[in-house]
């Protein structure tokens, strides 16, 4: 009986503080109310019985990505700047074709979706994911890292102001001797990129 | 014990309202939000199917659909961040170099 009080509680949070997100206009109120979203969503993995991975999604979700987003936001400076309107039509098709989508979404889910409750215990701690994760998926995790490396080569390519060729003549001048010790080739090449 | 059909509405609703948002707004920042919050509704998903099932495979894809948002948000954040300093905007309207 508590579950289902959290859940409805928990639930209406997390869309209540998705909309704002929507309807919004300031962006910096819009990434805060994403925040709270996903802390409702943790929850809602903490009530499906998998608390690591409600860890997960406010360390990382929550604690990271998000932190990127505002950053981003405060660095643009994009509270002077007052969004555009969106053009009539394309609100008006926008609102109807979603709201279309999300009742035939729930009206099948409603009529095909699983109703009854699983049987037995689920075990999903850290320990278990963690087994899973090393034995059968380790190629896969591999895999992320190396994603995760191009990634950030790619945003520091991205996002630097001056171009590739303006440090390439002197690669000493722009490796300064901070924190790195006498770097790898590959560490080495990222900082005459950037 | 709460019905997982129950989730999978809740799910529903979040991939609906992230629809709405990138249909409607043309900040390129809360679009990007919006597709976050798509994304959450996805993992929810499959993590309420893990529970029905009983298989651990779908808290294992959550784990990698984050390692992954996170990639795709900072790539997406330093592509915007050039954009601005290109046009002095992130109104996606106006980002039309390659549209004709």
């Known amino acids: 009986m508590i579950s289902f009080i959290i859940f409805f509680f928990f639930a209406a949070v997390a869309v209540i503080f998705a909309a704002m997100v929507v309807l919004h206009r300031n962006p910096v109120v819009g990434a805060l109310s994403l925040v709270a979203s996903f802390f409702a969503l943790a929850v809602m993995y903490v009530l499906l019985e998998a608390p690591f991975l409600a860890a997960l999604q406010v360390i990382v979700y929550a604690g990271a990505i998000m932190v990127l987003f505002l950053f981003v936001i405060m660095l643009l400076n994009l509270q002077h700047q007052a969004e555009p309107h969106t053009r009539p039509v394309q609100q008006f098709l926008g609102y109807t074709s979603s709201a279309a989508f999300g009742l035939a979404l729930i009206y099948y889910l409603a009529k095909f979706g699983v109703t009854k409750l699983p049987e037995g215990v689920f075990v999903a701690d850290a320990r278990t994911v963690g087994i899973r994760m090393f034995e059968a998926y380790i190629f896969p995790f591999e895999m992320v890292s190396i994603l995760l490396l191009a990634a950030i080569v790619g945003a520091l390519i991205l996002s630097g102001r001056t171009g590739i060729s303006s440090t390439q003549g002197s690669p000493s001048a722009s490796v300064p001797s901070t924190k790195m010790p006498p770097a790898t080739p590959a560490s080495t090449h990222s900082e005459e990129v950037r | ?100």
């Open chain 2, 1 to 100: 014990m709460i019905p997982t059909h129950w989730f999978l509405i809740l799910s529903a609703i979040l991939f609906t309202i992230g629809v709405c948002g990138v249909l409607t707004r043309r900040n390129g920042i809360t679009i990007f939000m919006c597709i976050e919050l798509m994304v959450n509704a996805v993992n929810l998903t499959f993590v309420a199917y893990a529970r029905q099932f009983h298989q651990i495979h779908g808290l294992i894809f959550v784990f990698f659909i984050m390692a992954i948002a996170a990639a795709e948000a900072a790539v997406g954040l330093a592509i915007f961040i050039s954009l601005f300093h290109h046009r002095h905007t992130i109104d996606v309207d106006e980002a039309n170099l390659m549209r004709w």
